[in-house]
C-alpha cells in the first residue's frame, strides 16, 4: 500500500503544470502574464464604464474592481478547490465576449445595476450546465483543437496591430512611424533575448523586453508617467458601490448568450494549454475549470466587475516562454490582487507604451497560431475531410476580423456568438467533425476532390488488376515480360 501511494504522489508531482520554480521565478514570470493582459482586463471596465458615462474615478474604480477580481478567479482556477478550478496555468479576466451585450443593456437605460444583475443569473445557469460542456472532450481531438488554437492566434493579432499603431485609433500619432517603430524595436529585443544562451533570460524575455521598450520610449519621449502620482494609494474595493443588482428577464437572456459563448472558449483555452504544456485534461477537469469560471463571474459582480473567462494571449505566453508551473499563475493572480488594492501600481503599468505591448504581443499571438499548426500536424488527411474541415473553419473564423460588419444584420443572439472568431470556428469545427468524423452515414469511401488536389494518391481498385512485375515506361504500361498491356479507355 505505501509503494502504491508513493508511486501515485510520484505521478502527480511529474505533471508539467506542478513544477516548482522558487519565489523569486513565480513572481518574475507572474509579473510577466499581468503585463501581457492588463491591457485587455482594463479594456472592458473602460468601455463599459464610457458608455454609462461614469466619471474618471468611478471608471477607476471599475478597473480596479476588475483587476481584483481577476486575481481571485486565477487563483480559484489555477490552485483550486474540490469541483472548482482545473489547476492548470490560465490567467483569468473579465471577458471580452460581452462588451457588446453589456454596452446594449447600459445605452438602453438598463445601468451598471442591470449589467450586474443580468451577469449574476447568466452566470449560475451556466454553473448549472457545465456538466453538458464537460463531457464534450471526445469531440475535441487535435483537429478540433488544432483550429480553435490556430484561431485565437490569428484573432488576436489585430490587437497587436493596434498596440503597435498606439492603441488609440482617434490619436493624430495613432500609426506613426515612431510608434510602429518603437513596436519593432521591442519586437527586435525579444528576438535577440530569446537567441542568448540563457535559459532563465529566453523565458524573461517577454517582460525584459517591454521593461527595456518602456525605458526607450522614456527616453523618446513616447511614454508619460506624470499622473502615476494622481489618485489614492490604496483603496478597498465595495460591495454594491454601483448599486445592488436589478434583474431583468431580456438582459438575462442576451447575457446567457454571453455565457454559453465564454464556456466554448474557456472550454477551447482549457484543451488548448493542456495541448501545449502536454498534460491530459479529461472531463472532470475541463468542468472542474468550466464550473471556476461560472463561480468567479456569479460573484465578480458583488466588486463591481463583469464576466471572468481564461486570457488567451496569455495561453500565448505558456506557449513562447516554455514556463508551465500554474504555480507562476496563481502569482500572476496575486499580483492582480495586489493591483486591485493598490491602484498607483496599476497607474505604472497602465503608463507603459501600447507600441511596447504590440511589439511583444506578435510574438505571442504569433505563437499560439504556431503551436495550432504545430498541433494541425499530428492529423490524417489521407481519405477523409479533415482538410476541408480545417479549411472551413479557419475561414469562417477569420470572417469576423475581415469584415466585422459582417453579421450586423442578423439576429442579435447569432451576431453575439458568430461575432467571435474563436466561437465562430469552435462551432463550425466541432459541428464539421460530429458531421464527417462521426456520423459517417453517406460518407464517400473516397477522399475529396480537395484532398486529392492537394496530395496524389490511387484508390484500391486502380491497382487492384496489376500482376507482379508490370512497369510503366514512357507512359506505356508493360507486362514482367516487356510485353506491352492494352489499357482500354472507357467512354
Known sequence: MTATLSQVQLQVQERPEDEQLGLFANLAYGFQHVLTMYGGIVAVPLIVGQAAGLSPNEIGLLITASLFAGGLATILQTLGVPFFGCRLPLVQGVSFAGVATMTAIVTGGGGLPQVFGAVIVASLIGLLITPVFSRITKFFPPLVTGIVITTIGLTLMPVAARWAMGGNSASPEFGSTANIGLAALTLLIVLLLSKLGSATISRLSILLSMIIGTVAAVALGMADFSKVMDGPFFALPTIFHFGLPVFGVAATISMLIVIIVTLVETSADVLAVGEIIGTKVDSRRLGDGLRADMLSSSLAPLFGSFTQSAFAQNVGLVAVTGVKSRYVVASAGMILITLGLLPVIGRV??????????????????????????????????????????????????????????????????????????????????????LFNHFRTGNSDQQSVFVAGMERTLRYQDIACLHEGDYFLDGKLYDSTGKPVPIKHEH
Not at 475531410?385 to 473564423?397: D, E
Request: no cysteine.
Open 349 to 434: 503599468i497602465a503608463a507603459v507604451p501600447p507600441s511596447v505591448l504590440g511589439g511583444a504581443g506578435v510574438v505571442l499571438f504569433g505563437t499560439v497560431a504556431a503551436s495550432g499548426i504545430r498541433t494541425l500536424s499530428k492529423v490524417e488527411y489521407t481519405n477523409n475531410m479533415n482538410l476541408i474541415i480545417v479549411a472551413t473553419s479557419l475561414g469562417f473564423g477569420m470572417i469576423p476580423i475581415a469584415a466585422p460588419q459582417f453579421y450586423e444584420h442578423f439576429p442579435a443572439w447569432f451576431a453575439t456568438i458568430f461575432h467571435s472568431g474563436i466561437s465562430s470556428a469552435a462551432v463550425m469545427a466541432i459541428a464539421m467533425n460530429l
